[in-house]
C-alpha cells in the first residue's frame, strides 16, 4: 500500500510518501488556496490508497484537524491522524547528520518530518 504522511503547518506542508515500504521525502508546499489540489496531484502520481496527517497538541491540532476533516471531504481515500510529538526534532537530527545546507533547512524540514512520520506508521 502506498502512504503519504502530511506535516500540517499554517505556512509550510510537509509531504512525504511510501512506496513498497521506502520512504521519500517530497517538496514542501506553502499552505495555500492550492494545497489541496497538488496533495490530489501527489496521490495520482504515486498511487497512494491512505493518508497520515501528523497531530501535535495546542491550537495547532485544532487547525489541523479542521484541515484533515476539509481533506476527508474532499479527497476519498482513508485519512489518519499520528502523533507526532517531537517529529520536527527528529527531522532535525536528520538534517544534522546529513551535513545539509542551512540555506535549504525551511525548504525540507517539514517533509523530513512527514518521513519521521510516516516511518512511525509503517515500521
Known amino acids: ?3 503519504l504522511a502530511i506535516d500540517y503547518g499554517t505556512k509550510r506542508v510537509g509531504l512525504a510518501y511510501s512506496v513498497r515500504g521506502i520512504i521519500s521525502p517530497l517538496a514542501t508546499l506553502p499552505n495555500d488556496q492550492e494545497l489541496i489540489p497538488k496533495i490530489r496531484q501527489i496521490i495520482d502520481e ?6 497520515y496527517v501528523g497531530l501535535s497538541e495546542g491550537q495547532i491540532a ?12 474532499m479527497i476519498e481515500l482513508p485519512v489518519e491522524t499520528v502523533e507526532e510529538a517531537v517529529s520536527t526534532i527528529e527531522a532535525d537530527s536528520i538534517y544534522q547528520q546529513n551535513k545539509k545546507n542551512r540555506k535549504s533547512y525551511h525548504q525540507t524540514i517539514d517533509s ?12
Open 62 to 73: 485544532k487547525l489541523t484537524l479542521r484541515f484533515v476533516a476539509k481533506l476527508s471531504h
Open 1 to 3: 500500500m502506498n502512504c
Open 46 to 51: 504515486y498511487q497512494i490508497s491512505k493518508l
Open 112 to 123: 523530513l518530518a512527514a518521513a519521521v512520520i510516516l516511518k512511525r506508521v509503517i515500521s
